[in-house]
């Protein structure tokens, strides 16, 4: 089985479009659509990437990072933003952040990129339809992808 990846991302087309492709790679997606959820939850969810929005409704994905960081959080992180101005992957990867994917995303070579930050032993098999819709669901706040928003 391949990794199981958290998406931190408030907008619905994003987080589908990303919960899809990596789905579909064989990835288990957990989602989180706020940063208060991400840190709340970041202790009791065993995950092996985080990709994080940096523009979230409650705090920015910079806070997530640094509390999820101060909680012993060893696992890589890649803002995936639509801030994405001369200079803001730089300040972004000084602030800690392991990459930096902009958006809006290339569904051809998004999975490539974030394949890139797994070990080899971790990376997924394509796979069909079936793959796509393995989700697992964690502590309360977090939803399995393509779950409805409230």
Request: hydrophobic share 45%; with cysteine.
């Amino acid at each position: 089985m391949g990794a199981r990846i958290l998406i931190v991302e408030d907008n619905p087309q994003s987080l589908e479009l990303m919960s899809y492709l990596l789905g579909a790679h064989g990835y288990e997606v957990c989602c989180a659509a706020t940063g208060a959820t991400a840190v709340d939850a970041g202790g009791s969810v065993t995950v092996d990437l985080v990709l994080l929005d940096l523009q979230l409704p409650d705090i920015d994905g910079y806070q997530v990072l640094r509390e999820l960081r101060a909680r012993g959080t060893a696992v890589k992180i890649i803002a995936v933003t639509a801030v994405a101005m001369v200079g803001d992957r730089e300040r972004t990867l000084a602030a800690g952040f392991d990459h930096y994917i902009p958006k809006p995303i290339n569904p051809r070579t998004f999975v490539g990129e974030v394949e890139a930050w797994l070990p080899p032993a971790l990376r997924g098999r394509r796979a069909g339809p079936a793959a796509a819709s393995r989700r697992r669901s964690g502590p309360a706040g977090w939803r399995p992808s393509g779950a409805a928003t409230g």
